[in-house]
């Protein structure tokens, strides 16, 4: 007897068994006969008949794991019949996410019918496919849902309307995974890269202010430097830890409200304190002072005092004003004044410039707001 005759033998005991209601038999032979179905050098219409009768009846038997291994097995073969494929789609599950995400041509039918499911595993498997049209793009993203916009910031091969891209960065903002899966996508926006930059690989951020730098010199606005007084002021507070005497005083320097002010004292990385201190103009020597001294989290890490002592002085001013306006998602409002004649009542040493500065109402205002919002 030769072996495709002992194989049709042993097949058809397996079909016997799972006919006779042996449950046990039923994922094994659904496996062997789609991988038999997969490695066939050709597919008669007898061929393609067999495989769907049997696959058909077996899909609703079979548990979920061996549905999930015919569906990602299947998916992809061009004779794949569509009867299996729709089979697989209704059980649900993995399956039924494989089947809408692989598929090569997916009929309109199944993709309005994933749609109007509001299953989120096959939302999120649908925001995967390359031939998305844009309606579906928008209604995708409206559904404000974290696994469906992680889909869809991951799938570089479909291009994103401008109202999505801006929607998922003010998003990703505030989670990392979003973030980094829209910074890996070619077509982000510089302003918008740029809006991520605390959030983005370290390796990254170089790479993110030297195409912003571009837009820079395109529209350049120029940032005036605080003056010397204020920079010694700026590191009195920090060699203090006045964490909230030094946050009203660069916020006065560089035009930040309260929100803004405590994002850069918060910020873990350091970055958006680098880029306040650029704006104010800082030297190189004069930030790494800062650094040394504001947060001790950031003066811990030699490694991190180094990179941000770096950014202060490979980055020019305008790029950092571009830069900080984006990840504030605001712009500066340089208006405020920060004059010279400030910068004693702000001074941290025991002088009566610095008591009348304590008992001012409006430096204790801002003090008071930068602590609510830090």
Same mark, same amino acid.
């Given at each position: 007897?030769?072996?495709?005759?002992?194989?049709?033998?042993?097949? +058809?005991?397996?079909?016997?068994?799972?006919?006779?209601?042996?449950?046990?038999?039923?994922?094994?032979?659904?496996?062997?006969?789609?991988?038999?179905?997969?490695?066939?050098?050709?597919?008669?219409?007898?061929?393609?008949?067999?495989?769907?009768?049997?696959?058909?009846?077996?899909?609703?038997?079979?548990?979920?794991?061996?549905?999930?291994?015919?569906?990602?097995?299947?998916?992809?073969?061009?004779?794949?019949?569509?009867?299996?494929?729709?089979?697989?789609?209704?059980?649900?599950?993995?399956?039924?996410?494989?089947?809408?995400?692989?598929?090569?041509?997916?009929?309109?039918?199944?993709?309005?019918?994933?749609?109007?499911?509001?299953?989120?595993?096959?939302?999120?498997?649908?925001?995967?496919?390359?031939?998305?049209?844009?309606?579906?793009?928008?209604?995708?993203?409206?559904?404000?849902?974290?696994?469906?916009?992680?889909?869809?910031?991951?799938?570089?091969?479909?291009?994103?309307?401008?109202?999505?891209?801006?929607?998922?960065?003010?998003?990703?903002?505030?989670?990392?995974?979003?973030?980094?899966?829209?910074? !890996?996508?070619?077509?982000?926006?510089?302003?918008?890269?740029?809006?991520?930059?605390?959030?983005?690989?370290?390796?990254?951020?170089?790479?993110?202010?030297?195409?912003?730098?571009?837009?820079?010199?395109?529209?350049?606005?120029?940032?005036?430097?605080?003056?010397?007084?204020?920079?010694?002021?700026?590191?009195?507070?920090?060699?203090?830890?006045?964490?909230?005497?030094?946050?009203?005083?660069?916020?006065?320097?560089?035009?930040?409200?309260?929100?803004?002010?405590?994002?850069?004292?918060?910020?873990?990385?350091?970055?958006?304190?680098?880029?306040?201190?650029?704006?104010?103009?800082?030297?190189?020597?004069?930030?790494?002072?800062?650094?040394?001294?504001?947060?001790?989290?950031?003066?811990?890490?030699?490694?991190?005092?180094?990179?941000?002592?770096?950014?202060?002085?490979?980055?020019?001013?305008?790029?950092?004003?571009?830069?900080?306006?984006?990840?504030?998602?605001?712009?500066?409002?340089?208006?405020?004044?920060?004059? !010279?004649?400030?910068?004693?009542?702000?001074?941290? +040493?025991?002088?009566?410039?610095? !008591?009348?500065?304590?008992?001012?109402? +409006?430096?204790?205002?801002?003090?008071? +707001?930068?602590?609510?919002?830090?």
């Amino acid at each position: 007897m030769d072996k495709a005759s002992l194989r049709d033998r042993d097949l +058809s005991g397996l079909a016997d068994l799972a006919g006779s209601g042996a449950a046990e038999a039923r994922p094994t032979l659904l496996r062997v006969r789609t991988r038999l179905f997969l490695d066939a050098a050709s597919h008669s219409r007898d061929d393609i008949a067999t495989f769907t009768t049997l696959a058909c009846g077996l899909v609703p038997l079979v548990d979920a794991d061996t549905r999930a291994f015919v569906a990602q097995a299947l998916v992809g073969h061009p004779a794949a019949p569509a009867a299996v494929l729709e089979a697989l789609l209704r059980s649900g599950g993995d399956a039924a996410a494989a089947v809408i995400a692989a598929m090569p041509t997916l009929p309109e039918r199944w993709r309005e019918e994933v749609l109007a499911s509001g299953d989120r595993q096959l939302l999120a498997a649908l925001a995967t496919r390359a031939d998305l049209p844009t309606a579906v793009v928008r209604d995708l993203a409206a559904r404000s849902d974290e696994a469906i916009m992680l889909a869809i910031a991951r799938n570089s091969a479909t291009p994103l309307p401008d109202a999505v891209i801006r929607d998922l960065t003010i998003r990703a903002r505030r989670h990392v995974p979003l973030a980094r899966a829209l910074l !890996a996508r070619p077509d982000l926006p510089a302003m918008d890269a740029a809006s991520l930059l605390p959030l983005a690989p370290v390796r990254q951020r170089k790479a993110i202010l030297t195409r912003l730098a571009e837009q820079a010199r395109v529209a350049p606005r120029r940032a005036r430097p605080a003056g010397s007084a204020v920079t010694r002021a700026l590191i009195d507070h920090a060699a203090d830890r006045d964490r909230l005497g030094f946050g009203v005083l660069i916020a006065r320097a560089i035009g930040l409200d309260a929100e803004g002010a405590a994002r850069v004292l918060t910020d873990p990385t350091g970055e958006l304190l680098a880029l306040a201190l650029i704006v104010a103009g800082l030297t190189p020597d004069e930030a790494v002072r800062i650094f040394l001294t504001l947060e001790p989290a950031i003066a811990r890490s030699v490694e991190t005092v180094f990179t941000l002592t770096e950014r202060v002085r490979t980055t020019d001013a305008e790029t950092a004003l571009l830069a900080l306006e984006a990840c504030l998602g605001k712009r500066l409002d340089r208006a405020g004044g920060r004059g !010279a004649g400030h910068v004693p009542a702000m001074a941290p +040493s025991r002088s009566p410039e610095r !008591a009348a500065a304590d008992a001012s109402p +409006s430096v204790k205002g801002e003090r008071e +707001s930068v602590r609510r919002q830090g």
